[in-house]
């Protein structure tokens, strides 16, 4: 039964991995930094990782072999820095959405290079610096150009696995907000189809849940 740990995963994306993963029998291994009913009546096992506790997340531990990685939670933080105490959010975001990601992932990589596995990181084209044609959002924008980079250089230090950076689309989730054109259950069932056909060939890519390449 193979095997994934997927971050952030008691609503939205999170949660539609995981009912996806335990839909087709894979063990899953889920953390959230709150209780999660659906998370456990789904069947996966329940972990509390709270990403912006760094300390936490430099000292998770998992045993045994782990096939994927899918390092989901995110945040939006401050649309602009302009006080300190907006400063000091923005930094918070990078810890949430870059920092965390990459120590976990870390963490991870005994596990992952037991079953020469994959670390998927999920960013967003708002990430992109090529696309960002509209501003604001800085916090977020921001953090996810740099997990970008984080992942990237991952891929680069752990040639033996497949590292991704994939955006999901445009969500219809509490961060998608309601107006968004894509279900969460199309978007993960794309995003599951891309990591299929990841091979070390493509880690360090950017890619879409449509399989197409992203502008970095
Ligand atoms: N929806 C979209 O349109 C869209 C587009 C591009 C990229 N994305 C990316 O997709 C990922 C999932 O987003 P979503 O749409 O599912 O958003 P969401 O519904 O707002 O869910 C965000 C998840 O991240 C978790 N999280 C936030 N801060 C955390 C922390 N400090 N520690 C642990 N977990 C934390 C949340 O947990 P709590 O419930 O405890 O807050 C929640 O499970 C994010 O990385 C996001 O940037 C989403």
Not at 119 to 141: F, H, P, Q
Request: charged fraction near 20%.
């Amino acid at each position: 039964m193979p095997r994934v740990l997927v971050t952030g995963a008691n609503r939205g994306l999170g949660l539609e991995f995981v009912r996806q993963f335990t839909r087709d029998r894979w063990e899953v291994v889920a953390t959230a930094r709150t209780a999660a009913p659906e998370v456990l009546e789904l069947g996966a096992n329940l972990l509390q990782l709270d990403l912006s506790d760094l300390a936490g997340v430099a000292s998770f531990e998992l045993e045994g072999p782990l096939d994927l990685l899918i390092a989901n939670a995110g945040t939006y933080g401050p649309r602009d820095a302009t006080t300190a105490d907006e400063a000091h959010e923005w930094l918070d975001t990078f810890a949430v959405n870059t920092v965390a990601p990459y120590l976990l992932a870390q963490r991870l990589l005994p596990n992952l290079r037991h079953a020469r596995g994959k670390a998927i990181a999920v960013s967003t084209r708002m990430g992109s610096i090529e696309d960002n044609k509209g501003g604001g959002y800085l916090a977020y924008r921001s953090s996810k150009t740099a997990l970008n980079m984080a992942w990237r250089t991952l891929a680069l230090a752990n040639r033996d696995l497949t590292c991704a950076v994939l955006h999901p689309g445009w969500v219809q989730t509490r961060m998608g907000g309601p107006n968004a054109p894509v279900q969460p259950e199309e978007s993960i069932a794309g995003l599951r189809r891309v990591i299929d056909s990841l091979t070390p060939a493509d880690s360090g890519e950017f890619l879409d849940f449509q399989g197409n390449r992203v502008p970095w």
